[in-house]
């Protein structure tokens, strides 16, 4: 005889323990599946949202900063309608530390003048005689001499960027580097041979060292045309050394630095003036070649412009030229900040 009530019962009740257990760890899987889909759809949310926030906030610096590029083009338009003869540090241009709110940001930045520093450039000429030597090489390594680089490092870089901007595939003497000497190196590339677009090329270049590259960039600049033209107005004291290299170094550093301070505030407005200076006089009498690389206005400028919101900012870099039909363009744009 079965005892129901000790057997049945009691196998039913074990039963629904059970499936109550599987149904809990179901519900359980259930719930921890919602969670990681949930946990997966927020992050992903929450990256579509910083990428949303990045873009506006790309754009917007964008469009900041080229506004500030239409003021600086204003500016230069504003100081040639001033004075189309002569162009110096009193012109609206060279005003330093201005800033304007855009919206809740800040544009700032700065115009430099590119003649006013060395046109790395101009190392390609070619020589006017066969066999000769293009005279701004020497004029560089006069320059790099005088900030205090080594005669040997002075020599080597000489003839290693000599070598990246000119059009051929000749070593300039024992120490040039021409593509088989980049070829060579653990991560490859061949040498330029041509202007330099942006002065940060400069790294890539042989015996160019970071310390280097900081030391002479200051008084370094690249122009799309590969004449040397220095406006002796708008030179800083700090560049006085390209003084030195331009009169081929028949006057020293503190004349250098003498002509500079005797500069009226608005610059010289003839260069006669300039030219009879006891400090320039003193360097003896210059070739009609030496005489027409000094200028006293400038067609080339380079603007630096940031805009800045909270963490964020923003730089466009852009370089201003006046053609020959006297229209002021600009021939680059390069976004982001390089140095
Ligand atoms: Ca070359």
């Not at 677009?197 to 970071?210: C, D, K, Q, R």
């Not at 003498?258 to 260069?271: D, K, L, S, Y």
Request: charged residues 20%; aromatic residues 8%.
């Amino acid at each position: 005889m079965i005892n129901y009530r000790n057997t049945t019962p009691s196998l039913g009740y074990k039963s629904f323990g059970k499936q109550r257990g599987i149904a809990l760890i179901t519900v359980m899987l259930v719930l921890a599946l919602i969670v990681i889909i949930a946990a997966g759809m927020t992050s992903r949310l929450q990256l579509l949202m910083n990428r949303s926030i990045n873009q506006q906030a790309y754009q917007q610096g964008m469009w900041a900063a080229l506004s500030g590029e239409q003021l600086v083009y204003k500016v230069l338009e504003q100081d040639y309608k001033d004075n189309k003869k002569v162009t110096h540090l009193k012109q609206f241009w060279a005003s330093e530390g201005l800033a304007f709110p855009i919206g809740d940001g800040m544009l700032s930045g700065k115009v430099q003048d590119l003649h006013s520093c060395f046109n790395i450039n101009a190392l390609a000429v070619k020589p006017a005689q066969p066999g000769g030597k293009n005279p701004q090489r020497d004029k560089f390594e006069i320059l790099l001499l005088s900030v205090g680089l080594e005669s040997y490092v002075a020599e080597l870089l000489t003839s290693t960027i000599g070598d990246w901007v000119d059009d051929d595939r000749q070593m300039s003497g024992s120490l040039g580097a021409e593509d088989e000497n980049y070829a060579s190196k653990v991560v490859p590339y061949l040498a330029a041979n041509s202007s330099m677009v942006t002065i940060t090329e400069l790294m890539a270049v042989e015996g160019v060292t970071a310390a280097i590259y900081r030391k002479i960039r200051p008084l370094l600049c690249v122009l799309p045309a590969l004449n040397q033209r220095i406006n002796i107005n708008t030179i800083s004291a700090d560049n006085a050394h390209i003084l030195v290299a331009m009169f081929n170094e028949k006057i020293d550093l503190s004349n250098a630095q003498a002509i500079i301070a005797a500069r009226p505030e608005e610059g010289f407005t003839n260069i006669a003036d300039f030219f009879a200076l006891p400090e320039v006089k003193s360097a003896g009498t210059l070739s009609a070649e030496d005489k027409k690389q000094f200028e006293l206005r400038s067609d080339d400028f380079r603007a630096q412009l940031t805009f800045s919101l909270q963490d964020r900012s923003f730089t466009v870099e852009s370089i201003y030229q006046r053609n020959a039909k006297q229209e002021l363009v600009v021939v680059s744009r390069q976004f982001g900040k390089i140095e």
